[in-house]
């Protein structure tokens, strides 16, 4: 399984970006693709996932409202499109599936066990 990130960059604060994970390489249609945060000197934080097979969306409380999640079974692409940005949001944004069978949603960082190269995204107040 691979995931490969696009997007990202620097943005004025209130403005909108998309992030994109290209995935490939699994046996089925019944994963999960979540999105990852890490500010400088902070822990990794969950942003959001969907469910492949079902289009299924939880959030982190701190983007509901703000990001969307999506897929394009035509593309195997994972989207995150993440609009109203805040200087709160700059951070390495990452891609991760996890690697064994894990209950719906999987939150936690552990769950996950294969991870895309991360993309800067930067916020300009």
């Known amino acids: 399984v691979h995931l490969v990130q696009s997007g990202g960059g620097t943005v004025q604060a209130g403005g909108s970006l998309r992030l994109s994970c290209a995935v490939s390489g699994f046996n089925n249609d019944d994963y999960a693709v979540g999105w990852f945060r890490q500010a400088p000197g902070k822990e990794r934080d969950f942003v959001a996932v969907?469910?492949?097979?079902?289009?299924?969306?939880v959030y982190a409380d701190s983007v509901k409202g703000r990001f969307t999640i999506s897929r394009s079974a035509a593309k195997n692409t994972v989207y995150l499109e993440m609009n109203g940005l805040t200087a709160e949001d700059t951070a390495v944004y990452f891609c991760?599936?996890?690697?064994?069978?894990?209950?719906?949603?999987?939150?936690?960082?552990?769950?996950?066990?294969?991870w895309g190269q991360g993309t800067q995204v930067t916020v300009s107040s």
């Open positions: 969907i469910r492949w097979a079902t289009a299924d969306e």
């Open positions: 991760a599936t996890p690697s064994d069978v894990v209950s719906w949603p999987p939150l936690s960082r552990s769950d996950y066990g294969i």
